[in-house]
Nanobody, 119 residues
Framework: QVQMVESGGGLVQAGDSLRLSCAAS????????MGWFRQAPGKERELVAA????????YNADSVKGRFTISRDNAKTMVHLQMNSLNTEDTAVYYC????????????WGQGTQVTVSS
């Protein structure tokens, strides 16, 4: 299993940047694919970015391409989401999640961190 704690959220203005971090515990972290999800009020949760266990492949949702970058450090069991050129539509609770490599379902979730972008 793996447990995650997110940090780095906050209140920023449109155009600003934020870097979210996810600290993971567990000896098998390097075997997990990791993802960042977000959920805005009244909207469904959506996958924003993902990265495979060995960092070979990454995914970005169309809404964040060119602005968000996911990365991981397996030695430090950390995952980061660098968010640039934030806009008000990025306002949401952001969650770090993990799934076993090769599987589709994310089984492990952090508690979330709030990101609020003001205009």
């Amino acid at each position: 299993q793996v447990q995650m704690v997110e940090s780095g959220g906050g209140l920023v203005q449109a155009g600003d940047s934020l870097r979210l971090s996810c600290a993971a515990s567990g000896r098998t972290f390097s075997r997990f694919d990791m993802g960042w999800f977000r959920q805005a009020p009244g909207k469904e949760r959506e996958l924003v970015a993902a990265i495979t266990s060995n960092s070979v492949r990454t995914y970005n949702a169309d809404s964040v391409k060119g602005r968000f970058t996911i990365s991981r450090d397996n030695a430090k069991t950390m995952v980061h989401l660098q968010m640039n050129s934030l806009n008000t539509e990025d306002t949401a609770v952001y969650y770090c999640a993990a799934k076993w490599g090769g599987y589709r379902k994310y089984d492990f979730w952090g508690q979330g961190t709030q990101v609020t972008v003001s205009s």
